[in-house]
DNA sequence: TATTTAAATAAACTAAGGTTTAGTTTTTGT
DNA sequence: ACAAAAACTAAACCTTAGTTTATTTAAATA
């Protein structure tokens, strides 16, 4: 399955509704795949999945609501939209506090569901930049030596690299050298820079 | 009124609600102020209330809905917490998504509406505190002269003061001089701090 | 094992930043 | 209109940061 993929899942124990969503959301042009049961997506779906899901919320053994738990806890942010023909309103209220694009109630015209998935598509296009944008911070942080870890914190308190030599114990020129080499490995030309790109990560110093 | 105050703002027509639920919430020791109409709430209450909304979705004139709408506009973030007794899903979803705490339908446990109440307090502590500090921020930024206010975005960029002393068509030593005062007006003590809190004003330099 | 590569160290030198002092202009308040 | 305060300017001096080069040590690889 290509990551870069953009695809609606629909998941529904309703085959027919399986079908007329389908065919619904194919012909505006988006791809489609389609899950009997939530057991069936999960293996079906890799949790870098880029798109969205309509979810049915009543299903048997696996509810909607336990859906978005799941996914939830997988670290999977795909946007979700419900659609629900006999869902009650503190369902409603659970699933869009727990961050669901919308919660449609059956019978909903069709314009209903096509705006949520375009919010939902939007949605999950920033996400996805955002989270590419930290993977890559990240992958640049884990190339820094554990010296070059040790002062990062350092500067980014503000201390000078001669506080910085004294509580490392080693001279002022060494922690220089660290420095500059942690600026180019986190591919930054300058300080204020190298704060707004770690304030993105969550560093240790950060809770301290 | 004491801005200080956290006060429980019920607002219902029908006044055997009134009294169930502002005996309710004053059994906790909380403040309660009761208004039958919208219209009486935001003639008595200042935009910067602290404490949280109890609101009957359905009234005459203006709905609860309306009366969010009505805040957000304001600028108000007090949190709501909104009662139904004939809602409908659609309706809980609008709700929920632009912000509301929770969505409770009638009948509710009296812990269910107290348990809310204790989520739209935290919140709304939260939210107070960070806007006394963004407050703080552009106290101090209001205070920046012309050349300092115009020094700042050149910092912030990183630029060398040699640099940004040939943008602004001055010498070095002056852009040291403008730094520096900012600094101190701008109450910090190092450039990451810099960075970091005027990260949280919305500097047009931010939007370049 | 020998060899290479990466990491840590630090001195020397150059460039930039920070601070103080001071002169000039502009604004504000009496 | 005058005095006082604030803003803008800039030089001089000192401190700190950035860069280059080099040595030592440790780890990875042929």
Same mark, same amino acid.
């Given at each position: 399955?290509?990551?870069?993929?953009?695809?609606?899942?629909?998941?529904?124990?309703?085959?027919? @509704?399986?079908?007329?969503? $389908?065919?619904?959301?194919?012909? =505006?042009? /988006? +791809? @489609?795949?389609?899950?009997?049961?939530?057991?069936?997506?999960?293996?079906?779906?890799?949790?870098?999945?880029?798109?969205?899901? =309509?979810?049915?919320?009543?299903?048997? &053994?696996?509810? $909607?609501?336990?859906?978005? +738990? !799941?996914?939830?806890?997988?670290?999977?942010?795909?946007?979700?939209?419900?659609?629900?023909?006999?869902?009650?309103?503190?369902?409603?209220?659970?699933?869009? !506090?727990? $961050?669901?694009?919308?919660?449609?109630?059956?019978?909903?015209?069709?314009?209903?569901? #096509?705006?949520? =998935?375009?919010?939902?598509?939007?949605?999950?296009? &920033?996400?996805? &930049?955002?989270?590419?944008? =930290? &993977?890559?911070?990240? %992958?640049?942080?884990?190339?820094?030596?554990?010296?070059?870890?040790?002062?990062?914190?350092?500067?980014?308190? $503000?201390?000078?690299? !001669?506080?910085?030599?004294?509580? #490392?114990?080693?001279?002022?020129?060494?922690?220089?050298? *660290?420095?500059?080499?942690?600026?180019?490995?986190?591919?930054?030309? %300058? /300080?204020?820079?190298?704060?707004?790109?770690?304030?993105?990560?969550?560093?240790?110093? *950060?809770?301290?």
């Amino acid at each position: 399955m290509n990551e870069n993929d953009t695809v609606i899942y629909l998941v529904d124990d309703d085959q027919s @509704v399986l079908e007329a969503l $389908g065919s619904l959301v194919r012909s =505006i042009g /988006l +791809k @489609v795949a389609c899950f009997s049961s939530a057991y069936e997506f999960f293996d079906a779906v890799s949790t870098r999945a880029r798109g969205c899901l =309509i979810l049915d919320v009543r299903m048997p &053994e696996m509810s $909607g609501l336990d859906v978005q +738990k !799941k996914l939830s806890e997988l670290g999977d942010e795909l946007p979700i939209i419900f659609i629900s023909g006999h869902g009650d309103i503190p369902m409603a209220v659970k699933a869009i !506090k727990a $961050g669901a694009v919308d919660f449609l109630t059956k019978p909903f015209r069709e314009e209903e569901l #096509l705006s949520a =998935i375009r919010t939902a598509l939007q949605i999950d296009i &920033e996400a996805s &930049e955002n989270l590419n944008e =930290i &993977e890559d911070i990240k %992958t640049h942080y884990a190339t820094l030596s554990f010296r070059e870890k040790q002062v990062l914190p350092f500067i980014l308190k $503000g201390l000078l690299n !001669k506080q910085t030599a004294v509580e #490392l114990g080693i001279s002022e020129a060494t922690v220089k050298v *660290h420095r500059h080499n942690l600026m180019k490995k986190m591919s930054v030309n %300058t /300080l204020p820079d190298l704060v707004r790109i770690t304030q993105r990560l969550d560093l240790p110093s *950060h809770k301290i």
